[in-house]
C-alpha cells in the first residue's frame, strides 16, 4: 500500500490483519506510531518527484549539492523503498 489514505484508519486493521509497510509488518497502524516530521520528509519527497523518477524540483534553491544532506539523505531512502516496491509489485504481475 502506497496512498496515505490507506493509513487512515485506527489503529487496528480494517480488514482485521496487519499493516505491512515495506517487509516490515505492524500489528497496529503505523501512522501512529510514526512522528510527524516523518510525513512531512515524505510529502516533500513525493511533492519533488517527477513522472519519470529522480526529481522535477527541489526544495532548496540550486542543485542537489545545494541541499541540506540529511534531507537527501532521506529522499534516498524513500528511493529505495519505492524500489523495492516497485520490484515487489512487478513480481506479483509475473513481469520480473
Do not use: T, Y
Not at 501512529?32 to 529522480?54: E, Y
Amino acid at each position: 500500500m502506497r496512498s496515505p489514505a490507506a493509513f487512515a484508519h485506527g489503529m487496528r486493521h480494517p480488514g482485521g490483519g496487519e499493516w505491512q509497510v515495506s517487509d516490515d509488518v505492524w500489528p497496529r497502524n503505523p501512522r501512529h506510531l510514526v512522528p510527524r516530521a516523518v510525513f512531512h520528509v515524505a510529502r516533500l519527497w513525493s511533492r519533488c518527484r517527477s513522472g519519470m523518477g529522480g526529481f522535477a524540483a527541489l526544495p532548496e534553491a540550486g542543485g542537489i549539492n545545494d541541499q541540506p544532506a540529511w534531507l537527501m539523505a532521506a529522499f534516498g531512502v524513500l528511493d529505495g523503498a519505492e524500489e523495492k516496491l516497485r520490484e515487489a509489485e512487478s513480481g506479483k504481475g509475473g513481469g520480473g
